[in-house]
């Protein structure tokens, strides 16, 4: 079960990325006429993907700790 979920949660992760980055076109585009080369802007959208997913990661490790502190209580 929790593989299914962490697939069907990837997923959504990779179509909303693809989604936004469609979207910030002209923001790319300005950082490459401003003298950024193609790998320098590709390694920005990545950085800020990482750090997205860490705060995502960090905060799901919380909720999931509350909870399972809930769930050792009760027991």
């Known amino acids: 079960m929790i593989g299914i979920a962490a697939a069907y949660g990837t997923i959504g992760a990779v179509t909303t990325a693809a989604t936004a980055i469609s979207g910030r076109r002209g923001e790319l585009a300005l950082l490459r006429r401003i003298g950024t080369?193609?790998?320098?802007?590709f390694a920005f959208v990545c950085q800020e993907y990482a750090l997205l997913v860490a705060a995502?990661?960090?905060?799901?490790a919380g909720a999931a700790g509350i909870v399972l502190a809930g769930v050792g209580l009760a027991a």
């Open 37 to 41: 080369t193609r790998r320098q802007a």
């Open 56 to 60: 995502g990661a960090l905060t799901a």
